[in-house]
Structure formats: structure tokens, C-alpha cells
């Protein structure tokens, strides 16, 4: 049950980034939908999950050349996007520009060089935090009208969104996981996102302004704007951190096919790569927020879908192999069985003529010559 909380909350964690608890990438793929269209994406988001842990646990997630460059892609624009992200919410919040945006940046950094098991205790704190404050500006707010029908394509496509960097993240950790833990952990997704989401619309369709950061807009309105602020800056930390994982896995695991810069790939260089990193992605980050979000999240969602296709592909030719599989291993045991019966009946016809002669049956003349030599045996046994 703990291994299950934990693998979820890694997810969620990684899930929940500047874009989602903002309200800016939901406000961005639905509109004016209902909560309830955009809550069932949780169920998607869940399947997808478990897809990439038995992915994990079966060793069959895509390791092509292509693949890792687009996980890499998409990883370095969630990067980028949470840094701008940072520097937003903590200048809004204290209105001091960029000194609190660069701290969170370089604590995020020193949690990824202490590896993986800091990242799980990280999100095992904050997003129970995260879940108690959305909670607290949605309980404030009335019921919201919707004037989108509902449609299916959308809960889709945002779900390959939020699963590309979460599904690659958790999907190392099924290899450590029973079934029973990844369908645990996969309900636990399901039920946190439907809420989350459903509350998420709710404060976004009450925003009528169009602002950069819907959920921070309306709980400025609450005078709740430090609570929301402080959730928004978990969130965006979370992710932030498992972006900067992958981003910085993807540059070590590149320099390690080359000589001269090899030695980047060892573990006692891990914090060199991983505070590059940092250098080369916060001067973009200074696009805008808003910029990357609305022009680039289409671009990991469109990979995050590729990425699901792929891994759906390699499970078919799974099974299509065992299928085959089974089949000539059937074949085969029917053709030994036939190889045995004939081997039984050669055996058998051995016996009743070990000499190997065949005995031609006789034709008449030899049958009339063979009566009169009878017939003449007979009668000189009788003199």
C-alpha cells in the first residue's frame, strides 16, 4: 500500500506542474466545458498510467533513438515552462522578481542530484498540501455555468499531455511493483485527478477575465491569494523536479555515446549536467508563461499520444508473438506425435518380418504348381 501511495504521488506530482494548477493549460484544451467533461480525462489519465507501469515492469517501453528525443523535447518545454512559471507565481506573490523564482530553481536542482527517493518524499508531502488548498477555493465558489457540449477527443488529448512525463517517470517504478500495487496506484490517480480536475474547471470558468493564471486570478478575488499562491508553487516545484530528472537522464545518457565528453555520464559528474541544464533552460524560460504554455503544450501532448501508440504497438506484437508462438509449438507437438505413431507402425511391421522381405502373394501358375507338388508329397506318403 505504501509502495502504491508513493508511485502515485510520484505521478500526480510529476502530473500537476505551473500549466494544471494554474488552471492555464486546462483554461487552454476545454474552454468552456463542464467540470464533469474534464474530470473524466482522470479515468484515460489512469489507464495510460497503468499502460506505462506494466510498460516498465515487462521492460517494453520504447528506448529508439526517436523516442528518447522526443521525451526529451517535451520534457525541456515542461522544464522551461515550470521555471517561467516559478519566476511568475513568487514575483506575484512578494514582488520581488527573480530572486525567489532562481532559489526554487536551484533547490530543485540539488533534489534531483540527491536522486529519485528525494523525489517521492517530495511529492508525498506536497500533494496532499495541494489537494487541501484547491479544495478551500473551490468550496468558495458558486456553481459555474458551461456553454461547451461534451466531447470525448478533448479528455484524450489532454490526458497524453499530463501522462508523457509522468508515465516515463513512474514507469521505472513498476519494475518494482506488483500487479496488485499498479492497480492500487492507478486507482488512487483516478480518484485524486477526477476531483482535482472537476474543482480545477470550476475556478477556471469563474474567471471571466481571460488571466494569465485563472486559479490565481479568482482566489485573489477569495482573498485567498497566498494560499493559492503557495499551491501553485508546490505544484510547479513538483514538476519542475521531474522534468529536470529527465531532461538531465537525456543529456548524461547522450554524452555517453561520445569520448571526449563520456566522463559527464558518470554519477560523480551527475551535478555538473544537472545545473547546466539549468543554466541553458532558464534564459528561455524568459519567453513568457504564457508564450510556452499556449504554443508548445499542444507539441507534448501530440508526443505523449505518439508515445502511448507506441507502446500499444509493442504490447500487439506481444501478444501476436505468443500467439504464433503457441501455434508451432501445437504444430509441432502434432508432427511428433505422427513422427512417433510411424516410428510405432515401422516398429510393428519389423516384428512380423524382422528380414525385411516383402512376400509376393502368388500368382496362378504358381499356386497350380504348387497344389501338384502338394497333391504328389501326399501320395508318396501314403505308399
Known sequence: MKKAFKTAALYIGTAIGAGFSSGREIALFFGDASPFNVAISSVFMSLLCALFLIAGKQKMMPQGKIVKLGIFLA??????????????????????PL?????????????????IEKIRLLNAVLVPLIVLLITLVFVKLPTP????????SKPILYSGLDVLLGGVIVSKEGENLTYKEIFLSCIM????????????????????????MPVLAVSDKLHMKWACGVLIAAAIFTTLVSSLKIVSDGVRDFSSNFKRISALSN???????????????????????????????????VCGVILTCLIVLRY???IVSIIVKKEKEKHALKRAKSTLQSSHNS??????NPHGRTRKKPCHCERKRNNLVETKRQTNCAR
Open 347 to 352: 516398429y510393428a511391421s519389423h516384428q512380423e
Open 267 to 301: 554519477d560523480e559528474n551527475k551535478a555538473i549536467v544537472v545545473f547546466g541544464c539549468l543554466v541553458v533552460a532558464y534564459p528561455l524560460s524568459f519567453f513568457g508563461f504564457d508564450n510556452i504554455v499556449d504554443n508548445l503544450y499542444p507539441f507534448n501532448s
Open 145 to 152: 455555468a458551461h456553454s461547451l457540449p461534451f466531447m470525448l
Open 75 to 96: 520534457a525541456s518545454i515542461s522544464l522551461c515552462s515550470m521555471l517561467a512559471g516559478g519566476d511568475f507565481i513568487m514575483h506575484s506573490m512578494t514582488g520581488i
Open 316 to 318: 500487439f506484437v506481444r
Open 99 to 115: 530572486a525567489f523564482g532562481l532559489a526554487m530553481t536551484l533547490l530543485g536542482g540539488i533534489i534531483v542530484v540527491l536522486g
Open 189 to 212: 490517480i483516478c480518484a485524486f485527478m477526477f476531483g482535482m480536475l472537476f474543482m480545477l474547471q470550476t475556478v477556471v470558468l469563474s474567471d471571466q477575465n481571460a488571466s494569465l
